[in-house]
């Protein structure tokens, strides 16, 4: 690399790290993803910082131990710093980051060393820049890896872009901010994942998609699909719109649903009850088969026939679901959305059982039957779409024999 090029990389020393300010500081999660193996970064003509003796590059043991709540978490694909202390988030940051040809490098660091007031040294000249306005590591540096850190800097325009020789670089009211809440010692992790999921403190899932500014990250559907599962909404959102959400890649939120834990007469169902629009959606042949119930789907009319009603019913994702209050209905069951936000519901206990199906004893609890081969519903509830109807005529003439 000639000597001209470095220098003017040395110059742009200011561009540490950046990231696109789209995450919304509500969602305090996002997904975690694991970090992606990238290919390892160029070597680039990374600027010193002189550090006063005042500041020691290792910190002490007390130190240590005191930051060990704390943790910086920055996803290079979305260009955002998040604080953690525990398993909060209580800061987050646009920043700027490392360009394409020199970029920021994904692994597991520490913050080694803070200084106010840096000293910038060009690489090349060795000529030293006072702290000022000036200077491009603005008024705060916290190196985290060699001549790697996380500064401030002289141009804010900056910020959000691929756009540093590897450094981190934050607005300096952000920088400032991130240093009086970070102390030596703490855990800086950085990735590279496309896909965030962030999970509010109500339940409400959203995802963005970010585009692939490094070229490290195809995506597909089917990824997108997965990551949504770990949260349990990936019913609720269709393959072609992940495909077109996958085209934008423009980074902004879009949301899919609250997802509660389904809980039915205290045991966890393997999918989640989802509240979306104002109502809330429960997994039809998973709530039937915890309860060994019948349940008849007639795909060409949209209706759930169960135990006690036939209701309307929605597939998603090859997936059919019924509104909650319909289920409550249909099954015989009572309960809601608790305190902790979860979706227990109960069997309602009942001294007259509902007619029997043919060939079984008057009296036999129907929510004690198997489902029905018209379901054949596995644990996944995945239901096989079939237009067999029950002749409800019939049942009623013989729950009135039954009577008489």
């Given at each position: 690399?000639?000597?001209r ?9 200011s ?9 919304t ?6 997904a ?6 990238a290919p ?5 003509p ?8 005042d500041n020691?590059?290792?910190a ?10 704390k943790?910086?978490?920055l ?6 710093l998040?604080?953690?202390e525990?398993?909060?988030k209580?800061?987050m940051?646009?920043?700027g980051?490392g360009k394409?040809?020199?970029p920021t ?6 913050v ?5 007031n840096p ?9 030293e820049i006072?702290?000022?306005?000036t200077n ?5 540096w ?5 001549n ?20 981190i670089r934050l ?11 970070t102390?030596?010692?703490?855990p800086?992790?950085?990735?590279y ?16 998609i970010?585009p692939?500014?490094?070229?490290r990250?195809?995506l597909e559907?089917e ?5 949504l599962?770990?949260?349990g909404?990936?019913?609720f ?10 085209a934008?890649s423009?980074?902004k939120p ?5 997802a ?32 060994r119930?019948?349940?008849?789907w007639?795909a060409?009319?949209k209706m759930?026939?169960g135990?006690y ?7 998603h ?6 509104e909650?209050?319909?289920?409550k ?5 009572d309960?809601g ?25 008057a009296?036999k609890?129907r ?10 519903a596995?644990?996944n509830?995945?239901?096989?779409e ?19």
């Amino acid at each position: 690399m000639n000597r001209r090029k470095r220098s003017l990389f040395a110059r742009r020393r200011s561009f540490l790290i950046a990231a696109l300010a789209a995450l919304t500081v509500g969602t305090a999660v996002a997904a975690t993803p694991a970090a992606t193996v990238a290919p390892a970064a160029k070597a680039a003509p990374v600027a010193s910082v002189s550090i006063h003796a005042d500041n020691p590059a290792t910190a002490p043991a007390t130190v240590r131990k005191q930051s060990q709540e704390k943790k910086i978490v920055l996803n290079l694909a979305s260009r955002m710093l998040t604080l953690y202390e525990g398993k909060v988030k209580i800061r987050m940051y646009p920043v700027g980051v490392g360009k394409y040809a020199t970029p920021t490098p994904i692994g597991y660091y520490s913050v080694q060393v803070k200084e106010v007031n840096p000293t910038w040294i060009d690489p090349d000249s060795r000529t030293e820049i006072e702290s000022g306005p000036t200077n491009p590591l603005g008024y705060r540096w916290m190196g985290i890896h060699g001549n790697y850190g996380i500064h401030g800097t002289n141009r804010p325009e900056s910020i959000g872009g691929y756009v540093s020789n590897g450094c981190i670089r934050l607005l300096e009211k952000d920088i400032e901010d991130l240093y009086d809440h970070t102390p030596v010692g703490t855990p800086v992790e950085i990735f590279y994942d496309r896909i965030v999921i962030d999970s509010a403190p109500d339940h409400t899932v959203s995802y963005y998609i970010y585009p692939d500014g490094y070229e490290r990250q195809p995506l597909e559907v089917e990824a997108v699909k997965k990551a949504l599962a770990g949260y349990g909404v990936d019913n609720f959102e269709s393959a072609e719109a992940i495909q077109a959400k996958i085209a934008a890649s423009d980074g902004k939120p879009t949301y899919v649903a609250k997802a509660y834990d389904l809980l039915v007469n205290g045991r966890k169902l393997p999918l989640r009850a989802l509240g979306k629009n104002g109502k809330v959606y429960l997994p039809a042949v998973a709530v039937a088969t915890a309860l060994r119930a019948n349940l008849t789907w007639n795909a060409a009319e949209k209706m759930l026939t169960g135990p006690y009603a036939a209701v309307p019913g929605s597939v998603h994702s090859d997936v059919v679901y019924v509104e909650a209050a319909d289920a409550k209905c249909m099954f015989h069951l009572d309960g809601g959305l608790t305190p902790e936000l979860t979706y227990s519901l109960m069997s309602i206990k009942e001294a007259v059982s509902p007619a029997p199906a043919a060939g079984q004893e008057a009296g036999k609890v129907r929510d004690k039957m198997p489902v029905k081969e018209t379901v054949k519903a596995p644990v996944n509830d995945t239901v096989k779409e079939k237009t067999k109807r029950i002749d409800l005529k019939e049942k009623i003439q013989q729950k009135g024999a039954e009577k008489a």
